[in-house]
Nanobody
Framework: QVQLVESGGGLVQPGGSLRLSCAAS???????????IGWFRQAPGKEREAVSC????????YYADSVKGRFTISRDSAKNTVYLQMNELNPEDSAIYYC????????????????????RGQGTQVTVSS
């Protein structure tokens, strides 16, 4: 079982940037290599949205249309940590961001729903407001 701990959320002004981190533990780095790790977000009154994903095993990534060109996902295998660099933030990006992980997956719009069914962190709040 993979344990995930998010950090890096906070309050930022529109147009600003934040970097979220997701530290994974519970498995060796060799085993974690086969796990896709990604991000979902949930805002009050809105549907849960799959934001981004990265799979080290096959090099695939996924970005929601709403964040393409603004968010960048990366992975530091030595630290078992995934980062989500978020630039040009706007109020619509405000939400609780959850880190998720599942083994044996590539990253695509189709597999994101499977990713949500895997391990999940406690979430970190991102608020974009002036």
């Amino acid at each position: 079982q993979v344990q995930l701990v998010e950090s890096g959320g906070g309050l930022v002004q529109p147009g600003g940037s934040l970097r979220l981190s997701c530290a994974a533990s519970g498995l060796s780095a060799t085993h974690l290599h086969w796990y896709a790790i990604g991000w979902f977000r949930q805002a009050p009154g809105k549907e849960r949205e799959a934001v981004s994903c990265i799979a080290a095993s096959d090099g695939t990534t996924y970005y929601a249309d709403s964040v393409k060109g603004r968010f960048t996902i990366s992975r530091d295998s030595a630290k078992n940590t995934v980062y989500l660099q978020m630039n040009e933030l706007n109020p619509e990006d405000s939400a609780i961001y959850y880190c998720v992980s599942e083994g044996g997956l590539s990253c695509s719009a189709v597999t994101m729903s499977l990713l949500w069914s895997g391990s999940r962190g406690q979430g970190t709040q991102v608020t974009v407001s002036s």
